[in-house]
């Protein structure tokens, strides 16, 4: 059941804080990302988003240990939190530490688009050799998936021409 704002029931009010802090199209202004590149503590910071160094989240991970609050930290980092977002703080901490304790301080690391196996393969630098050897595995893959179809088609076809004599008969 839904109730209407008139009704003045709590849970209508709570609905609209969740909307507000899950579903909102934050953005920066130009002062605001300018300010924030400004801060150590950031690597980059787009309209959109910010991405924090790694010694921060570092630092962010040992204070928080020790018994600081999210925001605590970010505000003795230098960010203003109306400006970040006041659940931020906790949003990425509680992300960083899934990280941390998955794969070390390696995992805090922007990974992001730097994986290296999306795209074309690299063709620039590679000997004749290596294009040789990349060719004739193609050939070969080629083949055999050539072979594993025909094989397909032959066992379709012997299962058609039996259905066809049952029917027949």
Not at 38 to 64: E, H, M, P, Q
Not at 95 to 124: I, N, V
Not at 153 to 160: D, H, L
């Amino acid at each position: 059941m839904i109730r209407t704002p008139k009704s003045g029931h709590k849970s209508v009010r709570f609905l609209i804080l969740l909307n507000y802090y899950h579903m909102s199209k934050r953005t920066f202004t130009k002062e605001q990302i300018d300010k924030m590149l400004r801060n150590t503590n950031v690597s980059y910071c787009s309209g959109r988003s910010i991405t924090y160094a790694k010694d921060f989240k570092l630092l962010t991970i040992k204070l928080y240990e020790q018994g600081l609050t999210p925001y605590e930290i970010f505000r003795k980092a230098g960010f203003d939190l109306d400006v970040v977002g006041r659940h931020q703080p906790k949003e990425c901490l509680r992300r960083w530490l899934k990280l941390f304790r998955a794969k070390g301080e390696d995992g805090l690391s922007d990974q992001r688009g730097k994986t290296g196996r999306s795209g074309r393969p690299k063709t620039k630098g590679v000997t004749e050799t290596d294009k040789i050897k990349r060719l004739e595995a193609e050939v070969a893959y080629l083949k055999a998936e050539n072979n594993f179809l025909a094989k397909l088609r032959a066992r379709r076809a012997e299962s058609n021409s039996g259905r066809s004599k049952n029917i027949s008969s």
